[in-house]
């Protein structure tokens, strides 16, 4: 079945950097878009950004310019590099895949504060 597992998550001050990662099972990852949403306190589930099986990336407003997101087809992975991060950047982070429905892992809390 499909598995997708998140890690690289913590608490970082702002201005901080952190690399989160997707590591994928259970479906062809090559061909399948991948990305990442976000939830913050009190707010609902956001888009962050996705890659697609051709590496063509796509971000929100609110992150372009800071975080990059990237995969790695041979290790089933996907990452979001994460800079100049923000105390609003704070959320449980997804990843979610097109496998082909979509399908999510269960989430790595990023923690923007001083």
């Known amino acids: 079945q499909v598995q997708l597992v998140e890690s690289g998550g913590g608490l970082v ?4 950097s952190l690399r989160l990662s997707c590591a994928a099972s259970g479906f062809i990852f090559s061909l399948a878009r991948v990305g990442w949403y976000r939830q ?8 962050v950004a996705h890659i697609t099986s051709g590496g063509l990336p796509t971000y929100a407003d609110s992150v372009k310019g800071r975080f990059t997101i990237f ?14 991060l923000k105390p609003e950047d704070t959320a449980v982070y997804y ?3 097109d496998a082909p429905l979509p399908s999510w892992g269960q989430g790595t809390q990023v923690t923007v504060s001083s």
Request: with cysteine; hydrophobic share 20%; charged share 25%.
């Open 95 to 97: 990843c979610n895949a």
């Open 13 to 16: 001050q702002p201005g901080g």
């Open 71 to 84: 995969r790695d087809n041979a290790k089933n992975t996907v990452y979001l590099q994460m800079n100049s």
């Open 40 to 47: 913050g306190p009190g707010k609902e589930r956001e888009f």
